[in-house]
């Protein structure tokens, strides 16, 4: 029998969205970098670091540990090509440098992009009842100050579960999502209850238009 061999990947793009620099506690600029892979014709953004539990925004010398851990090093054996071709490693770190020279802001990225950076928070509403962040510089004393910033926005289900989508082109929501999942996360990780505060990428319909990507990954 002959062992099934994966397809190699194929990177045609990189995007790089920087993010306010009040975002997190340490207050020097963050970083969502996004691979752009074409799979089965079609342009697909993904996050080079995903959790569901936790949003964590990107240092610039993370990115590099990131790729180093894993997309550099598959390009090594050529499972991993740029453009449908066979790259260097050090070529292709090269790239990624370029793209943190071109770093946008989460609102261009959606307007000229089309790719929409949302922060994802979900928990059990009555157990978030009086938490509050590991941060000292949290902007909220506790969960329920969050809470009425958001009140028209945050939706409760039938079973006490909230879910609240946050935009992170809008004014002060990746600092807001990043204090309100340090809220979540001290309050559930070490409890038996299903939480979620994670970052999703969304492609509008106008995405991921060939040019802009493809440019993007010659920048």
Known sequence: MVAYTAPPANEV???IIHLPDNAT????????PIAIDLVDGKQIPSLLRSDEHGIDYTAG????????????????DRRLLVDGA???PERYLSLWRSAIGCSMPPEEASKTLGIQAVAVLRAPLAAMAGASSSWTSCPFGAFEAFQAKYRRELNVSDDGVF???????????ARDAYYAASMVSTRLRHRAIVWRASI?????????????????AEA
Not at 200 to 216: H, K, N
């Open 13 to 15: 793009g990189r995007v």
């Open 25 to 32: 506690f340490y207050r020097n600029r963050s970083y969502l």
């Open 61 to 76: 010398y993370e990115i590099f540990s990131a790729l180093c851990s894993d997309r550099a090093q598959r390009t090594v």
């Open 86 to 88: 066979p790259i260097t």
């Open 163 to 173: 879910t609240l989508e946050l935009d992170l082109a809008r004014p002060e929501a």
């Open 200 to 216: 999703e990428l969304r492609t509008s319909s106008r995405q991921v238009g060939q040019v802009s990507l493809f440019a993007i």
